[in-house]
């Protein structure tokens, strides 16, 4: 934020301080419906409308409640990290993750989460997840070597979404999932496309209603059950920690002796099988499809891995070192982040800057609109990686950047994420030059996540090896 910014933004907390708390400015909108068609029909153009008319703060009726939606960092530092405490998840994350996550850790609110928080914590300890980097190095060079055959082409949303729960299969439950990944990967398409299209209609679907989406959700959700629901069985039988989370989880105890009852692992289990892997698998694809869109980006982060890494694997100890690849996972999650917005709900009126916020009304908050704040990033649509440097987080207003949300609420899982993607994105420019099909550019639809949609993000596959054979052989031909 430059000068003139902070001198814009200090006169206008003069201003509020004159005039008292001001009301939240609604949008121009037609009666009854409000913006609810708009909303629906584009969710990303309609919030990117909003942020360029109302810079901090807007108010819009959505089905039949009024959102806001919230622009000013200050604003969201306030709800996330200051005054954490007024705040929940409200009933639209409760409704929308009820029959998929249950009452696990993310749509989960007051003394029961804190003490799911803490029974779960432990389990994501930096001892613990960094003893997971062989198996992410093992299955990304399995996948390079099994399915990316040099000049095929390949989907790699679901690449990355198979990698992604192997990875969580052997180290957060301590399984090979290879035998279930595609069924979880079609499981977790229809949830993610139906549950979106259940929380846009007026009256909460029921499990018992007996329209074909509803049906083809229960059995998706059932049958992620049955696999959380084996490997649950199996480690209890074991009766001993493996060193994966599911094991921690399973063993932990509160302060009064109680562990988890088979409903609270079923919602715990769930979720790190969702957040543990859908997540990241869809951040590693978009990274992908910018590493391909800036090549002269891709070419410099691989330039650093030659140098600083060599021909080897990449390991644990190399990463603190590759500080452009740092860069490029910071500039993919401003750019193009997978979990694109979340929301809060005050459990009373609540003054910030100079507005209320009402009591049970829902806030919505989005770091896909925050990335893309030239108030905040000079030139946003650019992808550069090296505008991260330390003087320019340094200068980020608090609340600006929050790919991981922030506070007592940050995602426990964010050192295994960015361990994740550093490793897998890092072997595969060792590797492969990102490159997408000849004329494919990727739909980006609004789901549980952000992500390429049914078309997946098709890639053409080129090995580093074959390209310099071939270079090598085009400048011998020229010479010639």
Known sequence: MNAHTTQKVASEKQAVSAIGVREVPRVDEPPIIGSTVRFQKDQLAFVLDLQQKYPDVAKARILHLDWHFVFNPAIIHEINVRQW?????????????????????????????????????PGFHRQRIDSYAPVMLDETLQMIERDFQDGTIRDIREDMN????????????GADMSDHQGAVFKAMHNISKILVEHINLPIPTPRWWPSASNRRKIDAIEELEEVIKRLIA??????????????????????????????????????LLFAGHETTAHTMTWAWYLLAKN?????KLYAEIEEKVGNRPIQLDDLDNL??????????????????????CPTEDVVIEGYRFPKNQPIFISQFALGRDPRIHPDPLTFKPERWTREYERALPRGAYVPFAAGPRVCLGQGFAQMEMKIVLGTLIQHL??????????????????HPGERGLQILVKHRDKQVKKQAANQAEQSA
């Open 323 to 344: 500080t452009y690849l740092h860069q490029v996972i910071k500039e993919s999650l401003r750019l193009m982040p997978a979990v694109w917005t979340y929301t809060r």
């Open 295 to 299: 090549p002269h980006v891709a070419e």
């Open 433 to 450: 030059v990102p490159a997408l099909k000849p004329g494919f550019e990727p739909d980006v639809v609004t789901e549980l996540s952000l």
């Open 234 to 271: 199996e480690r209890r039988a074991s009766g001993k920690d493996e060193g994966d989370v599911l094991s921690h989880i399973i063993f932990a105890k509160d302060p009064s002796g109680k562990g988890m009852t088979n409903k609270e692992l079923r919602d715990e289990a769930m979720t």
């Open 162 to 173: 198979n990698l992604a729960l192997r990875v969580v299969g052997r180290t957060l439950f």
């Open 85 to 121: 405490e007024k705040f929940n998840k409200g009933w639209l994350a409760k409704t929308l993750w009820k029959l998929f996550l249950g009452n696990g850790l993310v749509p989960n609110d007051g003394e029961h989460w804190r003490r799911q928080h803490d029974l779960i914590k």
